[in-house]
Structure formats: C-alpha cells, structure tokens
C-alpha cells in the first residue's frame, strides 16, 4: 500500500500516516509492530518513557523492511531536560533502540516551571548537525513554547506533536504550525475512541463511503493536514487503521466532524503538565 509523503521544513519527509506503540511491549509488542511495518506502516512512534524503544528496535531488525524506509521516532522525557542531561537522554535512546541514528526526535513536554527546553533544544540542534538524528521536533508545545523557540535559537521544529481528535480539533495551533511550516502530529487521534465512533454523524459519514467510523475519522485528520498516529497491536485494526487513501470526504463532512469539538479529554494542559 502506497502512503503519501508530507514534507518537513528541513528537507526530509514523514509517511502521513503512522502508528502509535504506546503499551506495545515485551514479545508480543515486537511482533506487533513486525505486522504494522508487513502492513506498510513505515513511521512508528515510541519514546523513552514508554518503556518499548527496545521492542522497537528489535521489530525494525526483524522486518523485513529495509531500515532506510522506515522512520523511527523517540521522545525526551522530563527528567533529561538541559543541555548535558538531552545528550545523556539521547544516548539512553539509541542504545535501546540499537540504531546508529533516530530519524525524529521530540522533546516530549515543554515543563515551562522547569525552564530548560531552550537548553535541550540546543543539544538536539547539535545531535542533528552530527548526524545522530535526522530531524528534531517537539511535542505538546503551544505557540508561546516555539515562538521562545525561534527567537534564541533560530531554529524551527520540523513537526509538532499534540492531543488532537475530534473532541479537540485544535484549530489554533493547527494554523500556527501551518504558518511556521510544521507538520502537527496527532497523537490519540481517535479520541475517546468508543465513544467518538459512536457519534451517529460519523456513522452517517461513514456509511457514505462504504468505510468504517474508525477510516472516517482518520482521514478527517488527511484531510486536516495533520499526521495521525494510530496505535494498536491488532493486524486487522493496523490493517484498517492505514486503509485511509482511497477515498475522500467533502468539506461539508470535515466541517461536521470538526463540530463535535468539546475540550481535552486528558490531563494534557502543556503549561502545567509535567512528565519526568
């Protein structure tokens, strides 16, 4: 299955579309992100706090997958903020993941009362430079996060990962990355999954062109622009989940999902979140 590319503002590309590891763990995780990659998923999502980078990296080992297509992500964790300490985090990375270079690295919260993104920024510029990641991003940041971003360092973050679902379709900062030429990522992006699907305008959606809540859904967020991760550890769901380009909604439709926006559905608010 052919997956479009989305184009990064440093000269390399995403696959649009990507899977979510979270929880996929031990024998049983690997095995199911062999399956994701055999299904044609070639961007896969992890970061050190999930505590599956090695599973990771022994599923790209035993793909049959060539490493060059597949694009690995990992994300920095609270506790390794500062200049020194995202180096040492970074390494703790690579070594469990058993790979010479991580071909997107984010930092995972912004933690503003901890005050040493800018720090950690400047390390990953410099692990860029040296070929040790291919591009560098950040995760669950607000405009305020990567406008202070810019103006000391100069340099833009390739893609920006947040909670973004249909209850949360984040407009905002949807626009504010578009401005500045970041990919927005989607992490959860099917939301309170049960209960979103359930949502008869989706069913209606759905229905119209022959697909399941779960492909309306996902491709509202094609459609947005923005990069879903999926996660699951199921073959058929991962087989459903990616089946996305073949069809597409109209405006009126993207607009309908777009209304059933409340507010986060987790404890997620980046200025006073905190994960170490």
């Known amino acids: 299955m052919a997956i ?40 896969l999502d992890t970061a050190l706090n999930y505590q599956n980078e ?13 490493r060059s297509d597949i694009v690995v992500t990992s994300k920095l964790p609270g506790r390794f903020h500062g200049y ?37 920024w400047r390390a990953m510029i410099r692990l860029q430079e040296e070929g040790a990641i291919r591009s560098i991003g950040v995760s669950n940041f607000t405009q305020e996060n990567i406008t202070r971003l810019l103006a ?24 504010f990355d578009a401005g500045h030429s970041i990919v927005t990522e989607s992490w959860s992006p099917l939301g309170d999954r049960d209960s979103l699907l359930a949502e008869p305008v989706i069913g209606e959606i759905a229905a119209a062109h022959s697909v399941t809540p ?4 996902l491709r509202w967020h094609i459609q947005l622009g923005t990069l879903p991760i999926p ?43 905190e994960e170490f």
Do not use: C
């Not at 696959?15 to 996929?24: D, E, Q, R, S, V």
């Not at 049983?28 to 070639?42: E, K, N, P």
């Not at 439709?253 to 997620?268: C, F, K, M, Q, T």
């Open 214 to 217: 779960t492909q309306a859904v």
């Open 84 to 120: 020194d300490e995202t180096l040492a985090g970074f390494e703790e990375t690579r070594a469990n993941l058993g790979l010479e270079y991580v071909d997107l690295y984010l930092i995972h919260w912004p933690l503003p009362r901890v005050n040493k993104y800018i720090d950690s």
């Open 54 to 66: 090695r599973e990771v990296g022994d599923a790209v080992r035993a793909s049959d997958v060539p």
């Open 231 to 273: 996660k699951s550890g199921n073959p058929e769901r991962q087989r459903e989940n990616i089946d996305v380009f073949g069809f597409e909604l109209t405006d009126a439709e993207v607009a309908s999902i777009s209304a059933l926006e409340s507010d986060r559905l987790w404890d997620g608010n980046p200025d006073t979140h």
């Open 152 to 175: 000391e360092t100069g340099v833009v973050p390739a893609v920006n990962q947040i909670e973004l679902h249909p209850r949360f379709p984040q407009r905002v900062m949807r626009q």
């Open 4 to 43: 479009p590319s989305l184009p990064l503002n440093d000269g390399n590309e995403l696959p649009a579309i990507g899977l979510g590891t979270y929880g996929l763990r031990g024998d049983a995780g690997t095995a199911s992100i062999v399956s994701a990659l055999d299904a044609g998923y070639r961007l």
